[in-house]
């Protein structure tokens, strides 16, 4: 995140449920997992990750077939 990042306006820019997505992705690790404690489907929450990612311009998990990960960026947001 960049010196000239607006990070109030990010914030006003998120609805609650990406910022509890977040915290459910750090805590669970797997979007399936994360879908189903949302009562949300995979495509859905890929959705609002990529959402949530487009507000920062950076990735905030880095994906693998095992589930996700949080990035600096990510651990710093679910922080």
Do not use: N, W
């Amino acid at each position: 995140m960049t010196a000239g990042f607006d990070f109030g306006r990010t914030l006003r820019r998120l609805r609650m449920r990406h910022l509890e997505l977040l915290a459910l992705l750090g805590e669970v690790g797997t979007v399936r997992a994360a879908a189903q404690r949302m009562a949300l489907t995979q495509p859905a929450l890929s959705k609002m990750l990529h959402e949530i990612e487009d507000c920062f311009a950076a990735p905030l998990f880095d994906r693998s077939r095992s589930g996700v990960l949080p990035t600096p960026a990510g651990h710093y947001l679910i922080a």
